[in-house]
C-alpha cells in the first residue's frame, strides 16, 4: 500500500511540474503576441513619442516575460516599458492594456476608464471585446489563438494591420 501512494504522489508531482511548464510557456507565447502587436498597431501622432508603456494587472507572469523581452527589444525605435500595476486607478499613461484572467470582471469599467484614449485593451479571456477589449486571448483545439474587434481597436483612434486582423478571430 505504501509503494502505491508513493508511486500515486510521484505521478502527481511530475504532472504539476508538466503543467507549471506548460503554464509558463503559454506566459512566454502571450508576451510574445503583445510585443508583436506593438509592431502591428499604429497610434495616433499624440501618442507616438518616448517609451512605449504596457501596464499588466493580474498577471505576474506575463510581466516578468515582458521584462525580459523588453531588455533586448524595442517597438521600432521606441524603449519598451512595462509596468505591473494592482488595481485600474493605477494605469497611468499606456499604450498597451492587459487584463490578466483573475480581473477579467474589470474590464467593462477599465474600458470606460480609458474610452477616449489612443489604447489598445487586451484580455487573457475570451468574449471580453463585448465588453471592450480590442483583443482576447482563447484557446481553441489546445492552441492559442486571440479573438479581434476592429471596431474596438478604431475607436480608441488606432489602427492595426490587415495581417494581425486575419491571423485572429474577428468578432463584433
Not at 484614449?117 to 481553441?140: E, H, M, R, Y
Request: proline share 2%.
Amino acid at each position: 500500500m505504501c509503494m502505491k501512494k508513493t508511486i500515486l504522489l510521484f505521478c502527481v508531482l511530475c504532472m504539476s511540474a508538466i503543467m507549471g511548464h506548460v503554464k509558463g510557456q503559454t506566459a512566454t507565447f502571450k508576451a510574445l503576441f503583445l510585443y508583436n502587436f506593438t509592431k502591428n498597431v499604429e497610434w495616433p501622432p499624440s501618442a507616438n513619442e518616448g517609451e512605449l508603456v504596457i501596464t499588466i494587472l493580474g498577471d505576474q507572469e506575463i510581466t516578468s516575460e515582458l521584462e525580459k523581452i523588453a531588455k533586448v527589444k524595442k517597438a521600432g525605435n521606441r524603449t519598451l516599458k512595462v509596468v505591473n500595476v494592482r488595481s485600474t486607478n493605477e494605469i497611468g499613461d499606456s499604450h498597451i492594456v492587459f487584463l490578466g484572467s483573475a480581473k477579467s470582471a474589470l474590464m467593462k469599467s477599465l474600458s470606460h476608464e480609458q474610452q477616449n484614449k489612443p489604447v489598445l485593451l487586451i484580455a487573457d479571456k475570451g468574449g471580453l471585446c463585448s465588453n471592450g477589449a480590442a483583443i482576447s486571448f482563447v484557446t481553441v483545439n489546445g492552441k492559442l489563438r486571440y479573438e479581434i474587434s476592429p471596431a474596438n481597436i478604431a475607436a480608441h483612434e488606432l489602427k492595426v494591420t490587415q495581417k494581425v486582423i486575419n491571423l485572429g478571430i474577428e468578432v463584433q
